[in-house]
């Protein structure tokens, strides 16, 4: 749900298959690409703004790393963006743009361009999150790659799974001071290291026949001690028609959520805690592994 993962062949022969530590390698490429190398990857991001309906900001600079959004219509901005009626609205240089420029990317100058979308911004409602990227960003040229422990099967996990018929709202604290609003589609119930966890998995969607992946916002022992300090997320895919009976989870796929590296994003923090330390998945970015 909230990682970006890499493409997978549509048709392995036996020959090609990849065992699942050899998928998790590969996947680290692409991890990899997001943070820094993709024209849109996290660490290029110069500024961003979380705009409300009705509001207006204005993208000024004059060099790459000037870009910035301040609030309300300004004068000398390369672009104003607002968001009215549910929808984007944009003006470059006197001239409206079509919403969906948005979504394919606005270029200001030579290696930047700005790219946005709509965006919850509390439990009803909708906003729109709006980011400059600048392709020299030294963020993205000194990265040198995520890091995770290494493989584990262990902590490949067949879980049992029970639905909540109500699918339960939960609001969720981000780190943009704002209010995240995601459903309990259900908990997972699995064995771990000789305990019996029960996880909670939430959904973006209310209306169960929409549900096609869930995420879990956990901590454990080693969260602010080696792992991220605000938790982790793990993404449950691939379980067909939902509820399932039985869903698998590997919390060597576990992420950071993307504030841990970049300030622009407005991230859920993790409130359900594992009582063990996970030791796999991906490490504290801020600490010396």
Not at 109 to 133: C, F, H, K, N, W
Not at 180 to 203: E, M, N, R, S
Not at 234 to 240: C, N, Q
Request: charged share 20%; proline share 7%.
């Amino acid at each position: 749900m909230w990682k970006y993962l890499a493409v997978a062949a549509l048709l392995l022969t036996s020959a090609e298959a990849k065992s699942p530590a050899e998928e998790w390698k590969a996947s680290l490429a692409a991890d990899n690409a997001a943070w820094a190398t993709a024209k849109h990857a996290i660490l290029k991001i110069n500024d961003a703004a979380y705009v409300h309906e009705g509001e207006f900001v204005s993208l000024l600079g004059d060099k790459p790393a000037t870009w910035h959004w301040a609030k309300g219509k300004q004068p000398k901005a390369a672009l104003i963006a607002g968001f009215a009626h549910g929808k984007p609205q944009l003006f470059k240089n006197g001239k409206a743009l079509p919403p969906e420029a948005l979504s394919k990317g606005i270029d200001i100058a030579a290696g930047v361009d700005v790219l946005g979308a709509p965006t919850q911004m509390s439990p009803g409602e909708t906003g729109l999150r709006i980011m400059v990227y600048d392709q020299g960003n030294k963020a993205a040229v000194a990265f040198k790659g995520v890091d995770y422990f290494a493989y584990d099967p262990a902590y490949r996990v067949s879980a049992r799974f029970t639905p909540d018929a109500k699918m339960t709202p939960h609001v969720f604290r981000t780190s943009r001071g704002l209010d995240k609003q995601f459903y309990h589609a259900g908990d997972a119930v699995f064995t771990l290291q000789g305990k019996t966890i029960t996880l909670p998995l939430y959904g973006e969607e209310k209306n169960p026949t929409k549900v096609t992946d869930m995420t879990s916002f956990f901590t454990d022992q080693l969260t602010g001690k080696g792992a991220y300090r605000a938790g982790r997320y793990v993404d449950v895919e691939k379980f067909g028609k939902f509820p399932p009976t039985s869903v698998s989870i590997d919390f060597n796929y576990a992420y950071n959520p993307n504030c841990a590296r970049s300030i622009y994003y407005n991230c859920p923090f993790a409130v359900d805690f594992i009582p063990l330390a996970i030791k796999a998945g991906e490490k504290d970015p801020h600490t010396v592994h």
